[in-house]
């Protein structure tokens, strides 16, 4: 970065990828700079500017390794005081005022916190960008949201393999042979399918469907039990992939077997290899 760059940053000002740390009045102890760290790398990530107070003033980041700043002796110092440890890169940039770091930080696959234990990340608040505490309630949302976490590879451990329909299960075989799939998927009975499938785990010795597995293959009751906000998804392509129809809606039901959309009354027309659009979600 150089100090064209850093000036029209510092010209936009705080938000929740860019931070001002300003040490006009003390030196930015290692605490404050591991936090402010971990801070950016839970949210979205971002440039953290030492040097710069929150006002925007520059007033030059204080040497901290005798009369200058070792960048690679700051790496490793972030490095090791973070679990699991954020690998940072560090750009010194003179400016009239002073040096001033500039840390770019990597948006993090987990959640970070540092050695002693703290978490935290950034937020919005009613004064503008804030590091608050990340409370671990909260960090399964994150896992979604990232792709870290599979949401319908959790497990709906009170439905059992008694949820699951064999008559899905036939319906697949159809799909798989009409559609010119896996041949292999044809040969095995309705356990082992799910399992090629991955749709089911042991847990104590009985198969326990995930959530895939229960909206694929599931009885109609069982899955207005376990997953009562499920939806359903309809796309109808064309022969060039050009999509023609694309909607989708939560479906209502009008006796025990019954298929039918609420908002989608084209479902009424489809195979019965591929009418149960219930159990489809995107």
Not at 60 to 79: C, E, F, K, N, V
Not at 190 to 198: G, Y
Request: aromatic content about 4%.
């Amino acid at each position: 970065m150089d100090r064209t760059t850093l000036e029209a940053r510092i010209a936009e000002g705080e938000s929740l990828t860019q931070e001002f740390k300003g040490e006009e009045r003390a030196a930015l102890n290692d605490r404050d700079f591991v936090e402010a760290v971990i801070c950016l790398a839970n949210a979205d990530g971002g440039l953290l500017f030492v040097g710069v107070e929150d006002d925007g003033r520059v007033t030059g980041a204080r040497p901290r390794h005798g009369s200058q700043t070792d960048t690679a002796r700051l790496q490793a110092l972030i490095r090791s005081r973070t679990v699991p440890g954020i690998e940072v890169s560090i750009v010194r940039v003179a400016m009239p005022q002073g040096e001033i770091l500039c840390l770019t930080v990597p948006r993090s696959s987990s959640v970070v916190a540092s050695s002693d234990g703290v978490c935290l990340r950034r937020v919005m608040g009613a004064r503008g960008p804030e590091c608050v505490p990340y409370y671990p309630h909260q960090h399964s949302s994150r896992g979604t949201a990232l792709g870290a976490e599979d949401f319908s590879a959790q497990l709906c451990r009170e439905a059992g393999w008694r949820a699951l329909d064999p008559l899905q299960f036939e319906r697949a075989r159809q799909l798989v042979a009409a559609l010119r799939g896996d041949a292999a998927l044809l040969g095995l009975d309705d356990r082992e399918m799910a399992k090629a499938l991955r749709v089911v785990e042991t847990v104590n010795s009985e198969l326990v469907p995930n959530t895939a597995g229960l909206l694929l293959f599931g009885r109609q009751t069982e899955i207005e039990r376990y997953l009562p906000t499920h939806e359903a998804a309809f796309q109808a392509l064309a022969a060039d992939a050009d999509v023609r129809v694309n909607a989708s809606g939560i479906c209502r039901h009008t006796k025990p077997r019954s298929r039918r959309w609420q908002r989608m009354p084209m479902c009424a027309s489809m195979s019965s290899s591929v009418s149960r659009c219930s159990n489809s979600r995107s």
